[in-house]
């Protein structure tokens, strides 16, 4: 049981209060996740159970965008300060290699607009090795 005078335990997080001199912010980053927002609760068989009016599932670097800035709104109004992706989370991969090299430009340079403006930060990104057969 953690009593007020044990540093090392809180009971809420507090992003000023401060934990063996630096802040909970400083400790705990927290963050919103694009691939739990771009999840369109598929059920057992595979299927949609609710559309998102932003995502029109289309494999288009226009619909990522969309879904991107729909979820920088979110982050912005929620005053989450970072967020976490997959890759495939953000951009659409096609079998062109260019394409690919294209579009990873183009989202790269949206994600920085958007984050200047929005205050909100990318904490981490990771190689999405889990979801497709190869």
Not at 65 to 85: E, H, N, S
Request: with cysteine; aromatic share 14%; net charge negative.
């Amino acid at each position: 049981m953690a009593t007020p005078a044990d540093t090392a335990n809180f009971r809420f997080y507090n992003c000023t209060e401060r934990v063996h001199s630096r802040t909970m912010e400083d400790w705990l980053k927290y963050s919103v996740s694009m691939t739990d927002f771009r999840n369109n609760g598929s059920d057992a068989q595979g299927r949609p159970t609710f559309n998102r009016t932003w995502d029109d599932n289309s494999n288009t670097i226009d619909n990522y965008k969309r879904c991107i800035k729909a979820f920088y709104d979110l982050c912005t109004k929620l005053g989450v300060k970072y967020w976490t992706a997959f890759d495939t989370d953000l951009v659409p991969q096609t079998d062109n290699w260019e394409e690919n090299r294209s579009n990873w430009d183009d989202i790269v340079e949206y994600i920085n607009e958007l984050a200047q403006k929005c205050q909100v930060k990318l904490l981490w990104i990771a190689p999405d090795l889990h979801s497709h057969p190869r």
